[in-house]
């Protein structure tokens, strides 16, 4: 599961595996080892991840799949818009 949660997280923002790794600071050895299940990263690299990609680390190990939106430098407005976004793209729209 963390092979492809890191491939499909990957892939979602457009960075192949040798821009992920020197945004990581580690080889791109390292990031097709993980992608295709030979190794493990390590919990400081697993960490790394969880922060680069904005999501738990439990997400990351398939322990949780809810994701999470870093809003809190915005203001109530704007994130009252992103919420708008989140349900019209989810097709349950809340008329007033």
């Known amino acids: ?5 890191i491939k499909t997280l990957r892939a979602a923002r457009g960075l192949n595996q040798v821009e992920l790794a020197k945004k ?5 050895q390292s990031i097709s080892n993980w992608e295709n299940n030979n190794i493990q990263p390590s919990i400081e690299v697993l960490v790394k991840l969880a922060r680069f990609f ?19 430098s915005l203001h109530p407005e704007e994130i009252a818009h992103i919420q708008m976004l989140i349900d019209d793209l989810k097709g349950r729209t809340h008329h007033a």
Do not use: I, W
Not at 60 to 67: A, C, F, I, S, V
């Open 1 to 5: 599961m963390l092979h492809e949660q």
């Open 24 to 28: 990581l600071n580690v080889s791109k």
């Open 54 to 72: 904005s999501v738990s680390t439990d997400y990351l190990l398939g322990l949780d799949t809810r994701l999470y939106l870093e809003v809190t």
